[in-house]
C-alpha cells in the first residue's frame, strides 16, 4: 500500500525549536509506518512556485537537528496565500487571494495533510485554509509568547535567556561606569520577554507596551539611585513601548504590522531632553534573540508539539493548532486559537512580583 504525504512548513519569523519540532513529527510518522513527510520551503512559497520547492524529510536530513536553530526548511514572512504579492500587467504591486489554487495544488501533489509551524499570522492563515477545505493543523511557535490558546511557546524561553545573558554583561559595565543602560529587547505588542528579562536580570526599571509610562517617574527612580554622581541603573524595554503614547518604528509596504525597533534610543533623546543628568547608552538585542540552540525546555516543549501534532494528523482531526495547558499537552480549535492576542495582563503574578522588589514600570 502507498504511504500518505504529510507536508510540513514554517512559516514567519524564525525561533528556536522549529527544527525539533520537524524532528519530531518526522520521527513519530517514521514510527507509525504509514506516513511520508515532505517539507515546503520557504511556508507555502515552495508549493506556489513553478517548479515547487519541496524536500521530502528522511531520516539523515533531521538526524540531530534538534539542537540546532532557525529552520531546516527555512521560512518568510512574505508568502501569505491569501494577500499574496503578485505584479499586475503595468508592474505595479498587487495583492491577491491565492488560497484556492493553492489548495487545489497541494491535493494535485498528493498531499494528504499539512501541520503549518508558525506565529499568530500562520495560524490565522491555517484556520482560512482549513475553512477552505484543507486538512491542515497548526504548531504554534514564537519568541513573543503572545499566543493566548497555549501556556508558553518554544522559542520564548530561549529568547528570555538571551536577553538575561545580555542584561548581566550590561549591568558590570553600568556599574563600572556609573551609567544608564537601556536594553531594547523584541516581543512586539506584548511584553513577556521584557518583564522576565527584567524579573530575572535584576532591573530598576522595566518598560512595557501594556503599561504608559511617564519619563519624570523614570527620571525620579534614576536619581533615586545616584548619590553624588555614583550609582547605575540597568532599564529593559520592550520594543513595542509606547513614548508619548507613539511606537517607534518603520512602515514596510506589504506589511500590516510596523517594523517596531528604536525604542531604546528613542528613550535615550528622551530622558536627556527633559534634563536627565546620568550617562545613557543603550544596547538593541535585535534577532540575535531568535537565534542559535534552543534551550532544553524549549526543544522539549518543541518535542511534545512535534509528537501531538503527528497524532492530530494520523487521527484526521483538522482544523486543530496543538498547545500547552496547565501542563498538558492539549489540541485546541484554530478559530479559537487565534481569537486573541494575549498580552502581559496587569493582575499577572510578574507583574506584582516585579512591583514588590522595587522594579519601577514608570507610572
Ligand atoms: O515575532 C517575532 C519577532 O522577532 C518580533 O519580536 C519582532 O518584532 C519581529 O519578529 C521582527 O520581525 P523581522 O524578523 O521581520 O524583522
Redesign the pocket.
Known amino acids: 500500500m502507498s504511504k500518505k504525504k504529510l507536508l510540513i512548513l514554517t512559516g ?4 528556536p525549536g522549529l527544527n525539533a519540532v520537524i524532528r519530531a513529527i518526522v520521527k513519530t510518522a517514521k514510527k507509525n509506518g504509514a506516513w511520508d513527510c515532505y517539507g515546503s520551503i520557504e511556508a507555502f512559497n515552495g508549493i506556489i512556485k513553478e517548479p515547487t520547492d519541496i524536500v521530502k524529510l528522511t531520516k539523515s536530513k533531521i538526524s540531530g537537528i534538534h539542537v540546532r536553530g532557525g529552520t531546516i526548511i527555512k521560512t518568510t ?1 512574505k508568502g501569505n496565500p491569501l494577500s499574496f504579492p503578485t505584479y499586475d500587467k503595468s508592474g505595479n504591486l498587487t495583492y491577491k487571494d491565492i488560497s484556492k489554487a493553492l489548495i487545489k495544488k497541494i491535493k494535485d501533489l498528493g498531499f494528504d495533510a499539512v501541520i503549518n509551524i508558525g ?1 499568530d499570522g500562520s495560524q490565522a492563515i491555517s484556520k482560512a485554509l482549513f475553512e477552505k477545505g484543507l486538512n491542515i493543523i497548526g504548531v504554534p511557535k ?3 509568547n ?1 499566543l493566548s490558546s497555549t501556556d508558553i511557546t518554544f522559542g520564548f524561553t530561549t ?1 528570555v535567556q538571551i536577553a538575561t545573558d545580555a542584561f548581566d554583561k550590561l549591568v558590570t559595565t553600568a556599574a563600572s561606569h556609573n551609567r544608564v543602560m537601556i536594553l531594547e529587547v ?3 505588542d506584548a511584553g513577556w ?1 521584557a518583564l522576565n528579562t527584567a524579573i530575572a536580570g535584576g532591573a530598576e526599571i522595566c518598560l512595557l507596551p501594556e503599561i504608559p509610562f511617564n519619563l519624570e517617574a523614570v527620571i525620579n527612580k534614576i536619581n533615586k539611585r545616584y548619590k553624588k554622581g555614583k550609582g547605575f541603573v540597568n532599564i529593559v524595554i520592550a ?2 513601548a509606547k513614548i508619548d503614547g507613539n511606537t517607534i ?1 518603520k512602515t514596510i509596504e506589504g ?1 500590516k ?1 510596523i ?3 528604536g525604542i531604546g534610543n528613542a528613550l535615550r533623546y528622551a530622558l536627556e531632553k527633559k534634563g536627565c543628568q546620568a550617562d545613557i547608552r543603550v544596547a538593541v538585542l ?2 540575535i ?2 537565534g542559535g540552540t534552543p534551550v532544553a525546555y524549549d526543544r522539549i516543549l518543541a518535542t511534545a508539539f512535534g509528537v501531538k501534532a503527528f497524532e492530530l494528523i494520523n487521527n484526521n482531526q483538522f482544523g486543530k493548532m496543538v498547545a500547552l495547558r496547565n501542563n498538558e499537552i492539549i489540541s485546541t480549535n484554530l478559530s479559537e486559537a487565534v481569537s486573541t492576542y494575549h498580552r502581559v495582563n496587569l493582575d499577572h503574578y510578574l507583574i506584582q512580583t516585579a512591583k514588590s522588589i522595587g522594579i519601577s514600570f514608570g507610572e
Do not use: S, Y
Open positions: 514567519g519569523g524564525d525561533c514572512n506565529g514564537t519568541i513573543d503572545d529568547a523584541m516581543g512586539r520577554i520594543e513595542g518604528g506589511d504590522n517594523k517596531l525597533g535585535g534577532h534573540q531568535r
